[in-house]
């Protein structure tokens, strides 16, 4: 499977679902819910007994949260309890709004059909998203959404957050910027693309860096982030926004899926690297490795 392949949605595209399920302005009650019979993400948390779409009938839609790279969709049940609709697009799950009369798309596994007329279609051909619903309480107490770190586009977020999440991880600084229970939101897109913004190694052991270097770090992963939310996100294979456009980011990243070409800085060659099986780029005068 190729790098494209294996992709999938980071906090920037997630945004962009969410923002584009807001401006579809979804405010009526769901008045029937179809599920195929297809088994989706697995894994503890993602069981189909453990789904509990139903409870989501006759519910009213409110606001459209992200936490990391998941969609948190406050409704309001029929007794007006507080429930949410948990989404996880995984590598090729895409969420789009609908009319009836429009043709349902093969890989469609989850429609709410609302009493205005229009429907959320979640559509995953390869079947790693997932979906889940129940009391707002029990979702966000509850993982994956509880072991979930600091959101890294918070007010709050800063290098002294990212050092104590990360400081003392041997783990190489490319990787461990990965771990959801440290930042969340993440991903190999991103994570490459910050290292080079902040002119760090990005196979140099975390533990080890400065606090100005987790500073430069903590800035550079704000850099790119919002650039990708600007752009739309990055659609290097299946990802698409709720209207179906891709993203415009990939034409902005800096590093990122160019291997062998100029720096954009020195134009020295960029190489390649592969680490904990995911593929990665880096400028070997940039990007230097620390001395030993």
Not at 11 to 36: D, F, K, N, Y
Not at 40 to 49: D, E, F, I, P, V
Not at 68 to 73: A, F, S
Not at 183 to 206: H, M, Q, S, T
Request: hydrophobic residues 35%; positive net charge.
């Amino acid at each position: 499977m190729s790098e494209a392949e294996r992709a999938m949605p980071e906090l920037p595209e997630v945004e962009s679902v969410r923002r584009g399920l807001v401006r579809a302005r979804l405010r009526e009650p769901v008045r029937e819910i179809w599920r195929s019979e297809h088994q989706l993400r697995t894994g503890a948390n993602w069981l189909r007994s453990k789904e509990n779409l139903g409870c989501l009938l006759r519910a009213t839609p409110g606001p459209v949260r992200r936490r990391g790279k998941y969609l948190l969709w406050d409704m309001s049940g029929e007794d007006e309890e507080a429930l949410v609709l948990l989404i996880h697009l995984g590598m090729s799950g895409r969420c789009g709004v609908a009319r009836p009369e429009q043709p349902i798309v093969a890989h469609t596994h989850l429609i709410l059909d609302f009493e205005d007329g229009r429907q959320l279609r979640f559509v995953d051909p390869r079947r790693f998203g997932g979906v889940r619903a129940g009391p707002r309480e029990a979702i966000y107490q509850s993982d994956p959404v509880a072991s979930l770190g600091p959101e890294p586009l918070s007010r709050s977020f800063d290098g002294a957050v990212l050092e104590a999440a990360l400081g003392r991880s041997k783990r190489a600084l490319r990787d461990a910027l990965l771990d959801q229970r440290a930042v969340a939101g993440i991903g190999n897109i991103y994570a490459v693309e910050a290292c080079f913004e902040a002119k760090l190694n990005p196979l140099r052991p975390a533990a080890g860096l400065s606090s100005q270097a987790w500073l430069k770090l903590a800035d550079a992963l704000q850099l790119v982030l919002r650039r990708g939310v600007e752009n739309g996100g990055t659609t290097l294979k299946d990802f698409r926004n709720v209207v179906g456009e891709v993203g415009r980011n990939q034409d902005d990243l800096r590093v990122y899926g160019r291997a062998g070409q100029p720096c954009p800085r020195c134009s020295r060659k960029l190489r390649d690297f592969v680490s904990q099986g995911r593929s990665g780029v880096y400028c070997t005068r940039c990007q230097p490795a620390p001395r030993k």
